[in-house]
């Protein structure tokens, strides 16, 4: 197993601080938002320093009903092989939906979604995995997420539904206590009984992050400091099994070098606390053998696993067709999305007032990253701005990636002889000009479509 050290996700904010930064053994970085060919120098520096640099997935959508998609996964794999990684991680979640399975519109969650703790969503998520680690050049983790709503008629607990994971796949599990946290205040699960339920010996690492809580439900905000219940899940981790690594994630609302060098100590305290000793502060990333004595179990290969990476011969007959069990998944995921996003009647089953939880949390998102990628809107539309995209996205579901997202709001606010100040109106309408490029030619009816809207707006 890969012994880290104590970490911190490196974000463009905090890049100067993290390389000054004592005692950072190693970084996680967002895989989406690195280019291999252009690596930042803050990343080439620290990896000339020796420090560990991780790539962490949010778009793979591991959860899906669908095969893991190709290109993503060789987007993974090239950021893997040009940081010099030594893993790389993503998440247990969905997050489309629609498509060819449900013969529907693909809709995009912006965010991750908990998937079902049935047999069905196992069954689908193993092979997953298992095609995920046969692209990938180095061994997989998994994050547990957090969530604001459940599946109804789940048949597993978190801790049992990992530990199958694991068990059958050989995956690696990235640990997250805040998620934990979540989910004890949102579903009222015991992060005690999780970890005792989980194969201590799959961790790859652990992610800490804060969170706020707002009318009895708590949000994983990674914009606040880390809270002692977090800390005190930690200290339960740690009294179980040294963790190979620690990581502290920070995505928002970045503080002073010294408070953040003050959530790292207070990480490393709450891992004395467990008794099991310090995480390696070794500040490479040797390998050493678990506890079970496999090493790097895991690693590329994505043939069935259990224990520590030996073949199950039950697994020939689990490794049915799971087409079936995928249609079934992908009816429940886009009914789900659907009423998250697009305003359809809430499934049968779910809790309607966390559904609008869920569904302003993932507008609200939206607008956030929409921000991010195209930060001229909110200058554009000043105190506006929130408001405007808040309203298009209630009747405008999310069919693409977040630049795709901006191109269509301001499309949207043209047509609608939006904004009403004549001077925004034209900086809007040149900067969509500036942007829009040639139609590509499949999907005609959409083509079309799109070929009309630009005429109008051209026009204008």
């Given at each position: 197993?890969?012994?880290?050290?104590?970490?911190?996700?490196?974000?463009?904010?905090?890049?100067?601080?993290?390389?000054?930064?004592?005692?950072?053994?190693?970084?996680?970085?967002?895989?989406?938002?690195?280019?291999?060919?252009?690596?930042?120098?803050?990343?080439?520096r620290l990896r000339e320093r020796g420090v560990s640099v991780v790539p962490h997935g949010v778009s793979l959508g591991l959860g899906g009903a669908e095969r893991p998609d190709e290109g993503r996964l060789r987007a993974l794999a090239e950021r893997a092989e040009a940081l010099g990684a030594p893993l790389v991680t993503e998440h247990i979640a969905f997050v489309r939906a629609g498509g060819p399975l449900t013969a529907s519109d693909r809709l995009e969650a912006g965010h991750l979604l908990p998937v079902p703790r049935t047999r069905d969503g196992l069954d689908v998520l193993c092979e997953n995995v298992r095609i995920a680690q046969e692209a990938l050049p180095?061994?997989?983790?998994?994050?547990?997420?957090?969530?604001?709503?459940?599946?109804?008629?789940?048949?597993?607990?978190?801790?049992?539904?990992?530990?199958?994971?694991?068990?059958?796949?050989?995956?690696?599990?990235?640990?997250?206590?805040?998620?934990?946290?979540?989910?004890?205040?949102?579903?009222?699960?015991?992060?005690?009984?999780?970890?005792?339920?989980?194969?201590?010996?799959?961790?790859?690492?652990?992610?800490?992050?804060?969170?706020?809580?707002?009318?009895?439900?708590?949000?994983?905000?990674?914009?606040?400091?880390?809270?002692?219940?977090?800390?005190?899940?930690?200290?339960?981790?740690?009294?179980?099994?040294?963790?190979?690594?620690?990581?502290?994630?920070?995505?928002?609302?970045?503080?002073?070098?010294?408070?953040?060098?003050?959530?790292?100590?207070?990480?490393?305290?709450?891992?004395?606390?467990?008794?099991?000793?310090?995480?390696?502060?070794?500040?490479?990333?040797?390998?050493?053998?678990?506890?079970?004595?496999?090493?790097?179990?895991?690693?590329?290969?994505?043939?069935?696993?259990?224990?520590?990476?030996?073949?199950?011969?039950?697994?020939?007959?689990?490794?049915?067709?799971?087409?079936?069990?995928?249609?079934?998944?992908?009816?429940?995921?886009?009914?789900?999305?659907?009423?998250?996003?697009?305003?359809?009647?809430?499934?049968?089953?779910?809790?309607?007032?966390?559904?609008?939880?869920?569904?302003?949390?993932?507008?609200?998102?939206?607008?956030?990253?929409?921000?991010?990628?195209?930060?001229?809107?909110?200058?554009?539309?000043?105190?506006?701005?929130?408001?405007?995209?808040?309203?298009?996205?209630?009747?405008?579901?999310?069919?693409?990636?977040?630049?795709?997202?901006?191109?269509?709001?301001?499309?949207?606010?043209?047509?609608?002889?939006?904004?009403?100040?004549?001077?925004?109106?034209?900086?809007?309408?040149?900067?969509?000009?500036?942007?829009?490029?040639?139609?590509?030619?499949?999907?005609?009816?959409?083509?079309?479509?799109?070929?009309?809207?630009?005429?109008?707006?051209?026009?204008?």
């Open positions: 197993m890969q012994r880290l050290g104590t970490g911190i996700g490196w974000r463009p904010e905090i890049a100067d601080a993290v390389e000054r930064m004592p005692g950072v053994d190693w970084v996680e970085v967002v895989a989406e938002n690195v280019c291999p060919a252009h690596l930042p120098e803050s990343l080439r180095v061994p997989l983790a998994v994050e547990n997420i957090a969530a604001l709503l459940s599946w109804p008629g789940e048949e597993l607990t978190e801790g049992q539904f990992l530990y199958d994971l694991a068990d059958r796949t050989g995956v690696r599990l990235l640990i997250d206590v805040a998620n934990l946290h979540t989910n004890h205040v949102n579903q009222g699960e015991d992060p005690a009984e999780a970890l005792a339920e989980l194969p201590l010996e799959a961790i790859a690492y652990v992610h800490v992050a804060g969170g706020f809580e707002r009318d009895g439900v708590w949000h994983d905000s990674h914009a606040h400091p880390v809270p002692r219940p977090v800390l005190d899940i930690l200290t339960d981790l740690a009294s179980r099994v040294r963790p190979p690594g620690v990581l502290l994630e920070r995505d928002e609302n970045f503080p002073g070098p010294a408070e953040l060098e003050h959530e790292l100590e207070a990480i490393r305290e709450a891992v004395l606390g467990g008794g099991t000793g310090d995480v390696d502060r070794g500040g490479g990333v040797g390998r050493s053998h678990d506890e079970g004595g496999a090493e790097d179990a895991g690693a590329g290969g994505g043939g069935p696993r259990v224990g520590g990476g030996r073949v199950d011969p039950r697994e020939g007959e689990a490794a049915r067709d799971t087409r079936c069990a995928r249609q079934r998944l992908a009816l429940g995921q886009t009914a789900l999305l659907s009423a998250l996003v697009a305003g359809t009647p809430a499934p049968e089953g779910f809790d309607r007032v966390r559904l609008g939880v869920q569904a302003r949390a993932l507008a609200a998102k939206r607008a956030d990253v929409v921000a991010k990628v195209a930060p001229e809107l909110p200058v554009v539309l000043g105190a506006g701005y929130r408001a405007a995209f808040l309203a298009y996205a209630q009747r405008h579901p999310m069919r693409g990636g977040h630049r795709r997202d901006a191109m269509e709001f301001v499309e949207f606010l043209l047509l609608a002889g939006q904004p009403q100040d004549a001077a925004a109106r034209r900086e809007l309408r040149a900067w969509w000009r500036e942007r829009s490029g040639p139609a590509p030619r499949h999907h005609r009816p959409a083509v079309r479509a799109a070929r009309a809207a630009r005429r109008v707006l051209l026009r204008r």
